[in-house]
């Protein structure tokens, strides 16, 4: 992770202490999450202060809740749908920073004005079911059945996109499933070509700063993807692997999409050379 000062840039997204942004502003910024206590019967949820607001902060599957003991990097507009975990919503990301952040430890206790926000009882779980755990607290040990993930739709010569949060490598359950489909994909057309295309991302934060992740986050992230396909099933000498190692260039408008690695499963025509499986630009 990096930082760059620009100091004559100005920041976006900012606002004044204690003055909600409104509707549809962009924000970027880090902070250390709070833990707000919901309650008995809902889980705790999470929320951010930036400038003096409260923030809610939730994350796409599997990027990773946010968590005590580190700071999140939060990326987004300002949503004017309802509030979340008390605060402002926000439409974007939320990364968890990899560094260790012990000061991050605040939970915030369950008072009447949170309460009564109704936030939500713990999942899976209704009245009856409840009931019956009170009553036999080992009916609680039972194996959970998740509903299955769809399916995803994948065709020939369409890009797919997977984006990652901040210095991480590990895509979603969503996204591992299109992977999925895509090595079937590859595995069932003959001559198939998988293009992978590898990316490393910059933020524009609020203060004017640009966090960059460490230069080698595109080559993790597409050699990972190869790996994962080949493991799937699609024709290990079939995949080709781009390297993009310079950052994108952030604005603070969705700056998170730099964080991306590109698929694509094709049928070269006939005489079409294929390039080597690992490669850079």
């Known amino acids: 992770m990096r930082f760059t000062n620009l100091a004559p840039v100005l920041a976006f997204g900012a606002i004044a202490s204690g003055v909600p942004a409104s509707a549809q502003e962009h924000l970027n910024f880090i902070a250390c999450p709070v833990a707000q206590d919901t309650g008995e019967r809902s889980d705790v949820c999470f929320f951010v202060r930036h400038e003096g607001i409260r923030y809610g902060v939730s994350s796409p599957p599997d ?30 990301r939320a990364s968890v920073m990899p560094e260790l952040s012990p000061e991050c430890d605040e939970i915030a206790p369950a008072t009447p004005e949170i309460l009564a926000l109704e936030l939500g009882r713990r999942p899976d779980i209704t009245e009856a079911q409840r009931a019956m755990i009170l009553a036999n607290p080992s009916a609680s040990l039972q194996i959970v059945r998740l509903p299955a993930l769809p399916v995803p739709e994948v065709a020939l010569g369409r890009t797919e996109t997977i984006y990652f949060p901040f210095e991480r490598d590990r895509a979603s ?93 094709s049928q070269p025509s006939a005489g079409q050379a294929k390039a080597p499986r690992r490669g850079g630009s």
């Open 63 to 92: 990027w990773g809740n946010p968590q005590l003991g580190h700071k999140l990097l939060v990326e987004g507009v300002v949503s004017d749908d309802e509030q979340e975990c008390g605060g402002v919503k926000i439409e974007g």
């Open 173 to 265: 359950s969503p996204d591992a499933m299109v992977m999925l489909e895509l090595a079937r994909l590859a595995g069932a057309t003959p001559g198939a070509a998988v293009s992978i295309r590898a990316y490393r991302g910059a933020t524009l934060l609020d203060t004017g700063e640009i966090l960059a992740e460490r230069e080698d986050m595109a080559r993790q992230r597409g050699e990972k993807i190869a790996d994962i396909l080949a493991g799937l099933g699609a024709p290990a000498n079939a995949i080709t692997l781009e390297i993009f190692d310079a950052a994108s260039e952030p604005d603070g408008h969705a700056d998170w999409q730099g964080r991306r690695v590109e698929l694509r499963v």
